[in-house]
């Protein structure tokens, strides 16, 4: 296995850890799943007895009988809908409150050895995806998909072509769900950098907005906020129309197939080889066995996001948590910096090139240089901000990097 796999696999197992903490709420859901679609079968059942039995018998009480208990089943249904929709929102939580520590710990991490680095917070906003998600009834979509089968099997023991013709039309849907998967990858990933790209430049434009307009340059800055603002819209708008049309097909395909059910089941009771209930309870289990397909693609656009948002959480978090360093008393007796090389974030430029100073207690030290001469990079590495390529820095004989940052920074003063 090659490290980018081990690397992948042991990363993995985060999302694994924060599915394994709420597996009870995912049986609890899959179970109320089941329940659901098993009450599913009432509006069809119901419409069958109506047409086969009450209506040639004309008995008033039967269909009585029948209308109370199909009241109370979908009644049941409901409460369980709602029951499943908590469920999944707290699920959601639950797996924000078990990355989102480790994801803003590393953030700060990374914050504080690359200031101007990556856009840290886009994994927040990316766990924020996540959890949006997993505590959607989008994802309903998926415990109901394996239910699909057994209305198709219901379809098939009415008559084999109207099995065979829903069975033909979830296919055609399934096929679809995979094109609108294939078409929609690479616009949610441009979307999402474009996005960030536009951001971080308003971000930019905003922190710097007094320097910019004493340089006379806030109309040029605005000039290319609007160049991006405008990409930004062109990517947003170019993966809404893909959507639009996919769900639109998909919305036809239904619409056809059930209609087509509705018409073969029709020419099924002109040649006497379905009753009338059969024709209608086809046609609404038809629109059951496609309903979570249907729902998959309308909310494809969603699960790619927040299946890309995870792939970036992946990404940003490190293979495993800095292991518990031993605690050590606040420094009192030396600092010596010892051949201390220290590049550029991101390069292999050297700012500092071996860098050797010994102090004693009581002893004082001033920095004097030209800008860019690395004055502040050394006074970062002092404290553990910044990472030596070569070199190491000893507090008391232990090297910073031994020492809890917390309780170092507790020891340690450092203004920016």
Known sequence: MTDERVLRVAKSREFWAAIRAGRAALITVMIVSGLINLLMLTAPIFMLQVYDRVLPSRSIATLVGLAGIALMLFLIQSVFEVFRARILSRFGRLVDERLGPRIFRTLLARGSEMPNGDDGPQALRDLDTVRGFVSSLALTAFFDLPWVPLYIAVCFLFHPWLGAAIAAGALVLCALTILTDWASAE???????????????????????????????????????????????????????????????????????????????????????????????????????????????????????AR???????????????????????????????????????TDSLILHDVNVALAPGSALGVIGASGSGKSTFARALVGLARPVRGVIRLDGAAIDQWDPDALGRAVGYLP
């Open 308 to 346: 890309q948002a995870w792939s970036r959480l992946v990404a940003f978090l490190p293979r495993r948590e800095p292991e518990a360093l031993t605690p050590l008393s606040a420094p009192r007796e030396s600092v010596r910096v010892t051949a201390l090389s220290i590049a550029a974030p991101g």
């Open 187 to 305: 616009t949610t990933r441009e979307t999402v950098r474009v996005a960030g790209a536009r951001r971080s430049f308003t971000d930019m434009a905003h922190r710097t907005a007094p320097l910019l307009c004493a340089l006379g340059m806030r109309s040029r800055v605005a000039a290319l906020w609007q160049a991006r603002t405008r990409e930004n819209l062109d990517v947003a708008t170019y993966g809404n129309d893909l959507a639009i049309g996919f769900g639109a097909m998909a919305r036809l395909l239904r619409t056809v197939l059930q209609s087509g059910i509705l018409g073969l089941g029709a020419y099924l009771v002109v040649r006497e080889e379905a009753t009338a209930g059969v024709m209608l309870a086809a046609t609404i289990l038809s629109a059951r066995a496609l309903a979570p397909v249907d729902l998959a693609i309308a909310n494809w656009k969603s699960f790619s996001a």
